[in-house]
């Protein structure tokens, strides 16, 4: 049995309190990870072709607001 399985296993016997605070701290972590990446991800350059793409849409006149009916 794997530890993921195990750790399933024992996920399945919390009383409902402790469930609901493990995914509470699940999610947090899950959130961090992907904040940490973003972060990377920008730092690197990554996400550059985001902003090359929103200027030549807005100097196009096709950019448009997110999410729609925001201004």
């Known amino acids: 049995m794997s530890t993921v399985d195990e750790i399933e296993a024992a996920i399945v016997g919390l009383p409902p309190e402790q469930f609901w605070q493990l995914t509470d701290r699940l999610i947090a972590r899950r959130n961090e990870e992907w904040d940490r990446q973003m972060d ?3 730092r690197a350059g990554r996400l550059d072709f985001l902003f090359t793409e929103a200027d030549e849409e807005r100097q196009a006149g096709t ?3 997110w999410p729609p009916g925001t201004s």
Request: glycine share 0%; net charge negative.
């Open 40 to 42: 990377e991800n920008a």
């Open 63 to 65: 950019l448009r607001d």
